[in-house]
């Protein structure tokens, strides 16, 4: 997650000229987070004028640090919205270069190679200047590495921990430090718990009827009661039959749609109930089907895009409480002896994929632990897909 923090200061004016005109400006300072070509483990300071660029002192590098650029800029104390400081301005004339907003950068070893954010400044009155940070590192002097993908304390609860999917999603959490709760119905999760608490982990079993609203509740409730609160559901449960629509009984439509859907409606809503103090992440596991549809599962596809449009629906409802819904849309998965089972199908869907592979339960598995982690607090409502670029496959 990005936070933007608001930096107030007052400042003695100082004289700048912009397109021949004089102006009164005081200086404040921009930051913006990317990475350095420096390597990690060391930090320099320096401080430079824009009105005396060779004016800049430099301080010895500090070990476990990382690299730190940090530069004084000036702004018109004319009033002006906030633009990007890779943009234009939209209104008055444009600064030249000596007199264009400078950066901090910050390079640690949490961060990508890329740019996460880009810095807006403010010339208003108040001399009010934003800077960005990953959630977790404070500026400057006192850096630490961003620890917003542990989920160490927090409880999550994963539907259909049995299959295959859920397996993958289950361990994932596990070895984020999450505390994990299986749901198995039919099949067995011993292993997996075993094999979590054996790697030092926390994970219980429990058994419900998803298809039975009452033993949704009784779950969810369950499951908060095993540490004190729940923080994650992810509504993995699903069935995939294949059949053809014409040939389609009712009774055969209504088994997959209660499964698919019914089930992640009575679970997000017993979630929902216990986690309006403090908030949550719900994620439903769809499928490209339901913007794909596939011969033969005009039912399932049916309950994906009905899954995705429901997330949509919750994020709108259940945001005011700090209550986030989004959906994971895989693509093809592998499974055990799926390249024996249908080699045609698995050579298509390489030959489709612009990554050339199948996807793995835990390239699902960390999609749901990213949605439930601090790096999607602003995001709501949103449909992951996770296909290995098949999506992006023109389909004419």
Known sequence: MLRWFSWARSRTPVASTVNGRSHAARRSHVLSVTRQPEPVGSMSYC??????????TSKPNLSGQASVTVET?????????????NRAPTRGPSAPPSQRPLVYSVASEAMPERSLTSAYTCDAGAETSMCACAEGVSMPGNLVRSKIMDLSGRTVLVTGASGNIGHGIARRFAEAGAAVVAHHFGGSVDSLVHEIRAAGGQAAAISADLT???????????????????DALVNNAGVQPVQPLADMTAEQWREVVDTNLTSAFACTQAAATVMRERGGSITHIASIEGTRPAPGHAHYSASKAALIMHARSAALEYGRFGIRVNTVSPG?????????????????????????????????????????SGHAAWITGHDLVVDGGVSARPTW
């Not at 592998?334 to 390239?363: K, M």
């Open 47 to 56: 401080q430079r004028d824009t009105r005396s660029p060779s004016a800049e």
């Open 73 to 85: 800029v000036l702004h018109r104390s004319t009033p002006r919205r906030f633009e990007p400081r």
């Open 212 to 230: 039975d609203e009452n033993d949704c509740a009784r779950m969810v409730d369950e499951a908060t009661a095993w540490r004190g609160g729940l």
């Open 332 to 372: 093809l998965i592998s499974r055990p002896a799926i390249e024996h089972d249908w080699p045609d199908g698995v050579r298509r869907w390489q030959e489709a994929a612009p990554l050339t592979r199948l996807g793995t339960p835990e390239d699902v598995g960390n999609a749901c632990v990213f949605l439930a």
